[in-house]
């Protein structure tokens, strides 16, 4: 049976081709499309999201993209060189952090952390407990006591060579009893070390009264006043290239063993159960309503990218081929050149 052009079945099949390529750009396009997605949309209406899909489904794809896949070297460095692009960009220099974050959201953050009453107290209770932070106030009061005694006290300063004379006489009397100092500095932690429970739970006592809300609020919103017509480029200072791809790098790392957590799966599960608890047994426009999906919404998106993609797509004749390796099966199969072979 020959399958030439000359033939009825592929003068068809040619016929067909150019007429769904013909179809497939400009404003018949754009028609088909905008049909299209009112029929997806119109039968949504009546699919749940349950019909559609199921919570294994879906931790199954989360599991397969997100946590198995791998994912290639080139990803850190691309993403620290973007990120090195959008630091030394023009635009930081020229936007001020009072255009990105307005006074009154930075008044509504203040406001929400305020209500965190019980976490900044553990807060500050856990600063206070730190070995560092008693280390820390272990040795300012030791300065503190040693230079008053020697230089800063209330003698000393009223009365002219009173701290010379007692600067000497500690001189002397560490030639006449070596180890004196030691012997005092001894004492002198030991006991700060018996006081230092105290100490730290006056001052603690002490920050928990003083930052109260409004101390809070003040102090921070008094910071965002110095800084929100400051540039983001002087806010970056010292953030350099290398720093910053160094912490992209970290983040990315951070990022491939964070998905393998135990905590991460329970996270996402958590999320997925809610997402079919509430929208599991609703028709997929309630969903797709709650999250901005609309007609318009789709078709602003099928305008901006479905059209142009398909018009290089045609132009680079792969629309073309595509209609032709869907269609010749039909039309080259037996039962489709009997039909013809009859007619003729």
Same mark, same amino acid.
């Given at each position: 049976?020959?399958?030439?052009?000359?033939?009825?079945?592929?003068?068809?099949?040619?016929?067909?081709?150019?007429?769904?390529?013909?179809?497939?750009?400009?404003?018949?396009?754009?028609?088909?499309?905008?049909?299209?997605?009112?029929?997806?949309?119109?039968?949504?209406?009546?699919?749940?999201?349950?019909?559609?899909?199921?919570?294994?489904?879906?931790?199954?794809?989360?599991?397969?993209?997100?946590?198995?896949?791998?994912?290639?070297?080139?990803?850190?460095?691309?993403?620290?060189?973007? /990120?090195?692009?959008?630091?030394?960009?023009?635009?930081?220099?020229?936007?001020?952090?009072? %255009?990105?974050?307005?006074?009154?959201?930075?008044? $509504?953050?203040?406001?929400?952390?305020?209500?965190?009453?019980?976490?900044?107290?553990?807060?500050?209770?856990?600063?206070?407990?730190?070995?560092?932070?008693?280390?820390?106030?272990?040795?300012?009061?030791?300065?503190?006591?040693?230079?008053?005694?020697?230089? %800063?006290?209330?003698?000393?300063?009223?009365?002219?060579?009173?701290?010379?004379?007692?600067?000497?006489?500690?001189?002397?009397?560490?030639?006449?009893?070596?180890?004196? %100092?030691?012997?005092?500095?001894?004492?002198?932690?030991?006991?700060?070390?018996?006081?230092?429970?105290?100490?730290?739970?006056?001052?603690?006592?002490?920050?928990?009264?003083?930052?109260?809300?409004?101390?809070?609020?003040?102090?921070?919103?008094?910071?965002? /006043?110095?800084?929100?017509?400051?540039?983001?480029?002087?806010?970056?200072?010292?953030?350099?290239?290398?720093?910053?791809?160094?912490?992209?790098?970290?983040?990315?790392?951070?990022?491939?063993?964070?998905?393998?957590?135990?905590?991460?799966?329970?996270?996402?599960?958590?999320?997925?159960?809610?997402?079919?608890?509430?929208?599991?047994?609703?028709?997929?426009? %309630?969903?797709?309503?709650?999250?901005?999906?609309?007609?318009?919404?789709?078709?602003?998106?099928?305008?901006?990218? /479905?059209?142009?993609?398909?018009?290089?797509?045609?132009?680079? $004749?792969?629309?073309?081929?595509?209609?032709?390796?869907?269609?010749?099966?039909?039309?080259?199969?037996?039962?489709?050149?009997?039909?013809?072979?009859?007619?003729?």
């Amino acid at each position: 049976m020959t399958k030439d052009k000359t033939d009825p079945a592929s003068q068809m099949l040619e016929l067909h081709i150019k007429h769904e390529v013909a179809s497939l750009k400009g404003a018949k396009l754009r028609k088909f499309l905008k049909q299209e997605v009112g029929e997806v949309l119109d039968l949504a209406s009546g699919v749940t999201l349950s019909r559609l899909a199921s919570e294994n489904q879906v931790m199954e794809t989360i599991q397969r993209v997100v946590v198995n896949m791998e994912l290639d070297a080139g990803i850190p460095e691309l993403a620290g060189e973007m /990120a090195t692009e959008v630091l030394n960009a023009p635009v930081q220099a020229s936007t001020a952090l009072g %255009d990105i974050v307005t006074r009154e959201q930075a008044t $509504g953050f203040v406001e929400e952390m305020l209500e965190l009453r019980q976490q900044r107290e553990r807060m500050i209770s856990e600063i206070m407990a730190h070995p560092v932070y008693q280390e820390l106030v272990s040795n300012v009061v030791y300065q503190g006591v040693v230079n008053y005694l020697y230089e %800063d006290n209330l003698i000393t300063k009223s009365v002219p060579g009173v701290g010379s004379m007692m600067k000497f006489g500690k001189r002397m009397a560490n030639k006449a009893v070596p180890g004196l %100092d030691e012997t005092f500095e001894r004492r002198l932690k030991a006991w700060l070390s018996d006081s230092l429970p105290g100490l730290i739970s006056r001052s603690e006592q002490f920050l928990q009264r003083a930052l109260s809300d409004e101390e809070v609020r003040d102090t921070v919103m008094a910071a965002w /006043a110095a800084m929100e017509d400051r540039t983001m480029a002087d806010l970056q200072e010292g953030l350099g290239d290398v720093q910053l791809q160094e912490f992209v790098v970290l983040g990315y790392e951070f990022w491939l063993q964070f998905r393998k957590t135990a905590y991460f799966e329970g996270c996402t599960r958590a999320v997925v159960a809610h997402l079919f608890a509430k929208y599991g047994d609703r028709p997929l426009t %309630d969903l797709l309503g709650d999250v901005g999906v609309t007609r318009e919404v789709v078709m602003a998106e099928v305008d901006a990218w /479905a059209i142009p993609v398909v018009d290089v797509l045609r132009e680079e $004749g792969y629309v073309e081929a595509l209609v032709r390796r869907r269609l010749s099966a039909f039309y080259n199969s037996a039962a489709a050149r009997n039909i013809f072979e009859q007619k003729s």
